[in-house]
């Protein structure tokens, strides 16, 4: 089974400072891995997707994560947040060929970015 | 159009109640979702269609009742509901559910209010 883990609950910022959202996974067998980030009353946007090749993956709004295999991490990043960045971030994993897609999720962490 | 819309997108409603909230999608997508979210929380998968077909019922309770009339809409039949069953509704669509990378197009959500 895939487990995924956001140590982080709430990442407080100032405006214009960098960031780094932490996701690590547990799993016995290849897996894809997403980024969805969800805005105050609002459904899951797709930020970026690791399916294959390239580790460092980019994404919309200027963000980026790195897969690191060895590590099982995949956090995101973004060299300088804006106040619109404030926001849900869920990290979510799903079996590479496995017989369903189920999305395993993580527990959330809320990017919360100051003037 | 990569768009997942639903309807209503707020819905109030008593405990003796009938209400049904919709999703629609026209990426040709094979498999639709619904998910429960309450505040703070990831998403909680409640029911899979797969080819216009339930494929996942998370054990839910029977006052939620899904309906998959064709493969681009889905429903979900609400009645007898309970102050706990209020959250945010969100229905999502994927290519397929044994098939792809699994990853999900979100709407919006129906944030649901049960008096």
């Known amino acids: 089974a895939q487990s995924v883990t956001q140590l982080d609950s709430q990442v407080p910022v100032f405006e214009e400072a960098p960031v780094e959202l932490r996701c690590n996974y547990s799993s016995s067998v290849s897996v894809y891995l997403f980024w969805y980030v969800q805005y105050p009353n609002q459904g899951l946007q797709l930020l970026l997707k690791y399916l294959s090749g390239s580790t460092l993956v980019k994404g919309i709004n200027g963000f980026e994560a790195e897969f690191n295999k060895s590590q099982t991490s995949f956090h995101l990043r973004k060299p300088s947040v804006h106040i619109s960045d404030t926001a849900e971030y869920f990290c979510a994993v799903s079996r590479y060929g496995g017989a369903t897609n189920k999305l395993i999720f993580g527990t959330g962490t809320l990017l919360a970015v100051q003037p | 159009d990569t768009e997942v819309t639903q309807t209503p997108k707020h819905l109030v409603m008593g405990m003796t109640n009938k209400k049904s909230l919709k999703c629609e999608q026209h990426?040709?997508?094979?498999?639709m979702y619904w998910y429960k979210q309450k505040a703070k929380k990831p998403p909680e998968l409640m029911f899979v269609y797969s080819y216009e077909k339930l494929s996942i019922n998370e054990s839910v309770p029977s006052r939620f009742s899904p309906e998959c009339p064709n493969s681009s809409l889905l429903n979900l039949h609400l009645h007898a509901l309970q102050p706990e069953d209020s959250a945010l509704y969100l229905c999502?669509?994927?290519?397929?559910?044994?098939?792809?990378?699994?990853?999900?197009?979100f709407g919006p959500g129906t944030r649901l209010t049960v008096l």
């Open positions: 999502a669509s994927s290519q397929g559910w044994a098939s792809g990378s699994g990853e999900q197009f």
């Open positions: 990426m040709g997508h094979r498999a």
